[in-house]
T-cell receptor
Framework: EPEVTQTPSHQVTQMGQEVILRCVPI?????FYWYRQILGQKVEFLVS????????KSEIFDDQFSVERPDGSNFTLKIRSTKLEDSAMYFC????????????FGDGTRLSIL | GENVEQHPSTLSVQEGDSAVIKCTYS??????FPWYKQELGKRPQLIID?????GEKKDQRIAVTLNKTAKHFSLHITETQPEDSAVYFC????????????FGKGTLLTVNP
């Protein structure tokens, strides 16, 4: 069964540095999502993306965050100037259609900000 | 925006017993309610979901019920096994084309052998 894949599995970065998290959605999917989970807490929505545009974003997704689909397969999340509180697991998901479709998560990237 | 409350935060049962986890949501526009199981250090894994036009759905030992009027939905696990031990998250989906999931805070289920 096709899966969402994410790289790297673990990223350690100095505070203030830029970081790019990568996701390869399932190949025929058109809707893409990023979520984060701070250790021991619930999963939180960050952003949804369709047709090369952000569809929806949460309050967490401020000006330091951006998303991009640079080619036909990758979907990236960039944090421009990382803060300590950005330390979390970041999960990518994709769906073929929009709306109430099952969202299957990738294995996530653990981001540690020092 | 949507708010999802989940109870209990921890649940301990004996192997073979049933487990029930309950969630409430606030946005009457929410129309999709998935449940995820997360083992330590792993991704949330979708185990069952229900859409708002259905009141109950079952998949082997797992069932989900939805009460739209009361805005609550529940996960039922029967004949629990030690491998069911994990954190379970409920979520509510809404937004039309700007779709997103809002998660509950999770329930740590421990099944004692």
């Amino acid at each position: 069964e096709p899966e969402v894949t994410q790289t790297p599995s673990h990223q350690v970065t100095q505070m203030g540095q830029e970081v790019i998290l990568r996701c390869v959605p399932i190949s025929n999917h058109l809707y893409f999502y990023w979520y984060r989970q701070i250790l021991g807490q619930k999963v939180e929505f960050l952003v949804s993306f369709y047709n090369n545009e952000i569809s929806e974003k949460s309050e967490i997704f401020d000006d330091q965050f951006s998303v991009e689909r640079p080619d036909g397969s990758n979907f990236t999340l960039k944090i421009r100037s990382t803060k300590l509180e950005d330390s979390a697991m970041y999960f990518c998901a994709s769906t073929r259609q929009g709306g109430n479709q099952p969202q299957h998560f990738g294995d996530g990237t653990r981001l540690s900000i020092l | 925006g949507e708010n999802v409350e989940q109870h209990p935060s921890t649940l301990s049962v004996q192997e073979g017993d049933s487990a029930v986890i309950k969630c409430t949501y606030s946005d009457s526009a929410s129309n999709y309610f998935p449940w995820y199981k997360q083992e330590l250090g792993k991704r949330p894994q979708l185990i069952i979901d229900i859409r708002s036009n259905v009141g109950e759905k079952k998949d082997q030992r797992i069932a989900v019920t939805l009460n739209k009027t009361a805005k609550h939905f529940s996960l039922h696990i029967t004949e629990t096994q030690p491998e069911d031990s994990a954190v379970y998250f409920c979520a509510a989906g809404s937004g039309g084309s700007n779709y997103k999931l809002t998660f509950g805070k999770g329930t740590l289920l421990t099944v004692n052998p």
